[in-house]
């Protein structure tokens, strides 16, 4: 597989399990980007770091900077949970705007290539006002995002965000080259896995490959590939258990997707996939 080309990324989320049992920390989980793994890009989860709600800790993230630099590792995303853009209560929608703009500051200080923010509408519909909400907001990231080089936007995660129709018009209204989607393999509402494949194509910033998408990756790297994508196909582990074990499972996995890929031509529809011939017992 050639890694420059295709790029992968490992979630830190996918140790959520390790990080809640104390086992590990923000600084181990880039030491095994580097030392178990042979991974060059980060896709760091806020979970990993203090709550920069109120007040960012830049000497922190400094050191967070300076350990991937000594590794050669590049920030490919900050995943935030926490502050999203909507939220029904003015009150906590102001603090959620200041939270939303200390986690892009934090994202700067670390060099990230994008940073991921919550639509934030826990319904699978979306009013006017939110949608003009949200659309004002994500413009105002986005223009800090461009001058500095990044990318900002939601990912297909819950409630609105997985409507594909309430995605293209977020796309349309901010209406800038520094919005972009994370896009999480197959999360769209019930019916909808295609048309949405098809919208997020065009804004894909960056992606998150769950276990659970494994039997139909294959067709959506080669796709995201076609239109010219940039990022990186990036591994998220959800079980919470045996998380080294099986991020290495799932990682080699995608490895070879991109192998096989690589082999039958990118132009060519996808037929099947070696994996999917074993676990099936054809082959």
Same mark, same amino acid.
């Given at each position: 597989m050639n890694a420059k080309k295709y790029p992968i990324s490992i979630a830190s989320y996918s140790f959520h399990g390790l990080f809640g049992a104390g086992r590990t920390n923000i600084f181990a989980?880039?030491?095994? +980007?580097?030392?178990?793994?042979?991974?060059?890009?980060?896709?760091?989860w806020s979970g990993f770091l203090p709550d920069?709600?109120?007040?960012?800790?830049?000497?922190?993230?400094? #050191?967070?900077?300076? *350990?991937?630099?000594?590794?050669?590792?590049?920030?490919?995303? +900050?995943?935030?949970?926490?502050?999203?853009?909507?939220?029904?209560?003015?009150?906590?929608?102001? #603090?959620?705007?200041?939270?939303?703009?200390?986690?892009? #500051?934090?994202?700067i200080i670390l060099g990230a290539k994008t940073v991921r923010i919550d639509v934030g509408v826990h319904q699978d519909t979306i009013t006017d006002e939110q949608?003009?909400?949200?659309?004002?907001?994500?413009?105002?990231?986005?223009?800090? =995002?461009?001058?500095?080089?990044?990318?900002?936007?939601?990912e297909n995660h819950w409630g609105a965000s997985r409507d594909p129709q309430v995605l293209e018009n977020i796309y349309k209204g901010v209406n800038s080259d520094a919005y972009g989607?994370?896009?999480?393999?197959?999360?769209?509402?019930?019916?909808?896995?295609?048309?949405?494949?098809?919208?997020?194509?065009?804004?894909?910033?960056h992606t998150h490959i769950p276990a659970d998408s494994i039997t139909f990756a294959k067709e959506y790297i080669r796709r995201l590939v076609n239109v010219?994508?940039?990022?990186?196909? *990036?591994?998220?582990?959800?079980? *919470?258990?045996?998380?080294?074990?099986?991020? =290495?499972?799932?990682? =080699?996995?995608?490895?070879?997707?991109?192998t096989e890929l690589e082999e039958e031509g990118f132009d060519k529809p996808?037929?099947?996939?070696?994996?999917?011939?074993?676990? *099936?017992?054809v082959k």
């Amino acid at each position: 597989m050639n890694a420059k080309k295709y790029p992968i990324s490992i979630a830190s989320y996918s140790f959520h399990g390790l990080f809640g049992a104390g086992r590990t920390n923000i600084f181990a989980y880039l030491e095994a +980007l580097k030392y178990r793994y042979n991974v060059e890009y980060a896709d760091i989860w806020s979970g990993f770091l203090p709550d920069f709600n109120e007040n960012i800790d830049e000497d922190l993230l400094k #050191k967070i900077k300076c *350990s991937m630099d000594e590794k050669g590792i590049t920030l490919a995303n +900050l995943c935030v949970d926490g502050p999203h853009i909507w939220t029904d209560n003015k009150d906590e929608r102001d #603090k959620h705007y200041k939270g939303a703009h200390n986690y892009l #500051k934090a994202g700067i200080i670390l060099g990230a290539k994008t940073v991921r923010i919550d639509v934030g509408v826990h319904q699978d519909t979306i009013t006017d006002e939110q949608l003009d909400y949200v659309i004002k907001v994500y413009g105002e990231l986005a223009a800090i =995002a461009k001058d500095n080089n990044m990318r900002v936007g939601p990912e297909n995660h819950w409630g609105a965000s997985r409507d594909p129709q309430v995605l293209e018009n977020i796309y349309k209204g901010v209406n800038s080259d520094a919005y972009g989607h994370l896009f999480h393999f197959g999360n769209f509402i019930d019916g909808q896995k295609e048309a949405g494949l098809e919208t997020v194509l065009k804004m894909a910033m960056h992606t998150h490959i769950p276990a659970d998408s494994i039997t139909f990756a294959k067709e959506y790297i080669r796709r995201l590939v076609n239109v010219g994508y940039k990022g990186t196909f *990036s591994i998220e582990h959800h079980t *919470s258990k045996h998380e080294y074990e099986r991020v =290495a499972w799932q990682l =080699a996995t995608v490895r070879e997707l991109i192998t096989e890929l690589e082999e039958e031509g990118f132009d060519k529809p996808v037929s099947g996939d070696y994996f999917s011939e074993v676990y *099936s017992g054809v082959k």
